[in-house]
């Protein structure tokens, strides 16, 4: 895993504060998700692992990024001809350290005389099914990224029994594991970081999402900060610059 640049944030406190704290430093930085900016509230924890290496641990809360990921990942995943698959995720919930994703994913087939006639198809079945998915996260480079770990359709009643009959469900199991992964490709999510921060050399020891607690979604990075001396003047000298001003959130 490449250099977190999330541990830079911890440079300011790093030059600021004593070799170890007890009570965490707080910061925030911000994600654009949708054209939005959108807070991310971080704690951080800093302890001297040598004389010129600080040990530091990162915690963020997710809150409100967890709040949009229904409306970025809920999509129509099929629309053919032949074949109508709309994705419609209602909630996700930390889960250790994954995201659980539940909803509804309704599929309508259509008789075609004409690949791409759809003004003359006729509708033959529609159904709606539960849909269940485990996403595994981590945070590389800066950005907030997550992967299909399991997904699991469950069509009910007579319409699903016709699905499972006609091999349609592992179809349609096939098209929404696409569209999440497409989806989930298409929008990492990326935190700001002023340009001092980043010339701190940090390495990512672990990392990934976690529960945290009353269903709120955060993340936590473990890593080291390794003292450089042109590094920490380069804060010094930007901290009036990187202090105050107001936070363009929406």
Not at 61 to 79: C, F, H, R, W, Y
Not at 141 to 162: F, K, R, V, W, Y
Not at 179 to 201: H, T
Request: charged content about 20%; some cysteine.
């Amino acid at each position: 895993m490449q250099p977190m640049k999330l541990l830079g944030a911890a440079g300011i406190a790093m030059v600021l504060a004593m070799p170890s704290l007890a009570a965490p430093l707080t910061f925030t930085e911000f994600l654009t998700v949708r054209g939005h900016r959108l807070p991310v509230y971080l704690e951080v924890y800093l302890e001297a692992a040598s004389r010129t290496k600080i040990a530091v641990k990162v915690a963020g809360n997710l809150k409100t990024i967890q709040l949009n990921i229904p409306g970025l990942l809920s999509a129509v995943v099929e629309d053919s001809c032949e074949r109508t698959i709309t994705l419609q995720i209602d909630d996700a919930t930390p889960e250790v350290d994954h995201i659980r994703l539940t909803g509804k994913v309704q599929v309508v087939t259509y008789g075609c005389n004409r690949a791409g006639d759809f003004d003359r198809r006729w509708r033959r079945f529609s159904n709606t099914a539960d849909i269940n998915a485990l996403l595994d996260g981590q945070i590389a480079d800066n950005c907030l990224t997550a992967q299909l770990e399991t997904l699991s359709i469950q069509p009910g009643g007579i319409p699903g029994t016709i699905m499972n009959l006609l091999n349609l469900t592992e179809r349609v199991s096939e098209r929404v594991r696409g569209g999440l992964n497409e989806a989930l490709n298409r929008r990492q999510m990326c935190l700001d970081m002023p340009d001092p921060l980043k010339q701190l050399d940090a390495r990512v020891d672990s990392g990934g999402f976690r529960d945290f607690g009353g269903g709120d979604l955060g993340f936590v990075i473990q890593g080291t900060i390794d003292l450089n001396a042109q590094g920490v003047i380069n804060i010094l000298s930007d901290l009036p610059a990187m202090g105050g001003g107001d936070c363009g959130c929406d």
